[in-house]
């Protein structure tokens, strides 16, 4: 049996180890590099700290109050009538009071100025970019561009993008952690997103609510570039052969490969009103009010396109 006196020194080193792994790890939350990201982080950040003026004081009161009362200490107080200290009420009820009230005006101002549905104040133009959730793959179209990819998209630096989101398989969640605020992607819905990146750089998208056996190749790139790299990459996607039609588009949902992540494919056109046509087919179309059991049965079935364009 390991003596009392000797266990610390050997609890030291597994003690440490915890720390050595966390020492490997690379939170994208806590590494923003777009503003949105920048404004939630540092809202975590000041959450936390508000919270531990609680938690820190709880902790060592729990631990300085064990120690000193304890059964060997023959010189601690022994006061078995004390029931009430009117500084004490004030202390244990006026900080937590301050610190809630302190946590619903950041609450209130940061729920607003983050709302993921509000546009991002910018005087460059915005990237409009429609996200669509497939068993086990992102499909994206950029409508003024008139082009689409799989699993992977690019912008500019600086500019606001504007996501709008929707699935046309069961409920995923779209998030870029390098760049703030992830939001659910449902069928027969459409949710929106602004974000901006402000460092170039290869992020990492992917996505959180677990769909299936696929999920967990289920994610994309997000490249921000300058301008320039950003127009040799839509040249890039315009020089591919194939073009988004619907027959094109029930041959991509149709591919539902759970067992390696689908290749990054790019489409030199897209039809128009393909992105309003997947909201809407679940709206008025086939898949309306069918149940789960239908659902795969529902995304299969052929697309038919709005002749108005996606508005």
């Not at 000193?68 to 023959?74: D, E, G, L, M, P």
């Not at 005087?123 to 086990?136: F, G, N, Q, R, Y």
């Not at 402000?198 to 967990?216: A, D, M, Q, R, V």
């Amino acid at each position: 049996m390991i003596p009392l006196k000797h266990l610390g020194r050997v609890l030291r080193p597994g003690l440490m180890l915890p720390f050595l792994l966390l020492a490997g790890c690379n939170s994208a939350i806590l590494n923003p590099k777009g503003q949105i990201g920048h404004d939630e982080k540092q809202l975590l950040i000041t959450s936390v700290v508000l919270m531990l003026i609680v938690v820190i004081p709880v902790i060592v009161m729990t631990i300085a109050f064990a120690w000193k009362y304890r059964a060997s200490n023959t010189k601690a107080r022994y006061e078995p009538d004390w029931s009430h200290s009117t500084a004490i009420e004030v202390v244990v009820w006026s900080i937590p009071c301050v610190i809630i009230l302190v946590l619903a005006v950041l609450t209130w101002r940061s729920s607003h100025a983050l709302d993921p549905y509000r546009p991002l104040d910018s005087d460059v133009k915005p990237i409009t970019i429609e996200a669509v959730s497939l068993d086990w793959k992102w499909m994206f179209i950029y409508p003024d561009q008139n082009i689409a990819t799989v699993n992977e998209i690019a912008f500019p630096v600086h500019t606001p993008l504007n996501f709008k989101i929707t699935s046309d398989t069961v409920m995923n969640s779209f998030f870029i952690p390098h760049l703030g605020t992830m939001i659910y992607a449902m069928a027969g819905m459409e949710t929106k997103l602004h974000l901006v990146a402000n460092e170039p750089g290869e992020y990492f998208g992917l996505s959180t609510n677990y769909s299936g056996h696929g999920f967990s190749k289920m994610s994309f790139k997000a490249h921000a570039t300058d301008q320039a790299g950003f127009d040799a990459w839509v040249a890039k996607v315009k020089a591919s052969p194939t073009a988004l039609n619907a027959a094109e588009y029930q041959v991509l949902a149709a591919n539902r490969n759970d067992k390696e992540q689908y290749p990054v494919t790019y489409y030199s056109s897209v039809q128009d009103g393909m992105f309003r046509s997947l909201v809407d087919k679940y709206m008025n179309g086939p898949g309306h009010n069918k149940g789960h059991g239908d659902h795969q049965a529902a995304a299969a079935e052929p697309v038919a396109m709005c002749t108005s364009g996606d508005k």
